[in-house]
C-alpha cells in the first residue's frame, strides 16, 4: 500500500469521526436553546440520504455555524427557523441530500422542539426585563 492510499484510507476511516466530534463539540458549547434546537434539526436531518461523506458533514458544519454566529448576534430562534421548523429545515437539507423519507411523527417532534427551544429564549428574556 503506498503512502498515499494509506492516507486516502485512514482520512476516510477518521476524517468523518473527527468531524462529527468537533460539530458535537460546537454544539455543546451554544447557549442551551439554541443546542436544544440545532440537536432538534439535527435529529430531523437523520432521515435524510447524504449525497457523500463530506457533504454529510459539511450539512452539520454549516447548521453549527448558522446557530453559532445567531447566538452571537442575539437572532431569536424563530427569526432562524421562521414559523414552520420543518420547512426550514427540508430547504436546508436539500442543499446538501438527494432526499428522503421524515415519518409524520418526526416533524411533529421538530416542531415541538423548536417551539420549546424558542419558548425558553423567550423566557429568559422576559426576566431580564
Known sequence: MSEGEKTGFISKMIGPKKRWRAYKARVKELPENYRTAVEAIERYLMYFVPIDADSNALTFEDL??????????????????????????????????????????????????????AGAETGTQDKTV
Open 64 to 117: 453549527a455555524d448558522l446557530f453559532e454566529q445567531a447566538a452571537v448576534n442575539g437572532t431569536p430562534i424563530r427569526e432562524i427557523v421562521g414559523e414552520d421548523p420543518v420547512e426550514f429545515a427540508e430547504a436546508f437539507a436539500q442543499n446538501y441530500t438527494e432526499g428522503g423519507y421524515v415519518p409524520a411523527r418526526a416533524r411533529k417532534q421538530l416542531a415541538d422542539d423548536i417551539e420549546r427551544a
